[in-house]
C-alpha cells in the first residue's frame, strides 16, 4: 500500500507563514509528480502547485508567495507558503501520481488533508 503522509499546516495571521511537507511510503516504482491541492468550505478542490522533474505550476493566486519543492531521494515534497491570505484558509492535500508494481502507467494518491487557516 502507497501513503501520503501530511505534516504542518495549523493557524497564522495574515502576513504570516507556514511550510507543508509531505512523505511517501511503501511499495512503488517511481514517483513522477508531486504537488498540493486545497479545498476551502463550499468550494471545490483546486491545484496550488505541482512539481515534476521537468515543469513546475502555481495557481495565479499564490504565484509569488508560495514555494514547492521536492527531495527525490527521500520520496518527499514540501509547500513553503508565505504571505498567508485569510482566502488561503482550506484544507490542504498532497498528490502524487505514483508508478505501483502491477499496475501500469501512473496512480493518484492523495493525503488525508491538513488544516491552514489564516485570520486577518
Known amino acids: 500500500q502507497v501513503q501520503l503522509v501530511e505534516s504542518g499546516g495549523g493557524l497564522v495571521q495574515a502576513g504570516g507563514s507556514l511550510g507543508l511537507s509531505c512523505a511517501v511510503s511503501?511499495?512503488?516504482?517511481?514517483?513522477?509528480?508531486m504537488g498540493w491541492y486545497r479545498q476551502a468550505p463550499g468550494k471545490q478542490r483546486e491545484l496550488v502547485a505541482l512539481i515534476s522533474s521537468n515543469n513546475t505550476t502555481y495557481a495565479d493566486s499564490v504565484k509569488g508567495r508560495f514555494t514547492i519543492s521536492r527531495h527525490n531521494a527521500l520520496n518527499t515534497g514540501d509547500l513553503q507558503m508565505n504571505s498567508l491570505k485569510p482566502e488561503d484558509t482550506a484544507v490542504y492535500y498532497c498528490?502524487?501520481?505514483?508508478?505501483?508494481?502491477?499496475?501500469?502507467?501512473?496512480?493518484?494518491?492523495w493525503g488525508q488533508g491538513t488544516q491552514v487557516t489564516v485570520s486577518s
Open positions: 498528490y502524487a501520481d505514483i508508478v505501483v508494481p502491477g499496475v501500469p502507467g501512473y496512480k493518484d494518491y
Open positions: 511503501g511499495m512503488f516504482r517511481s514517483v513522477y509528480s
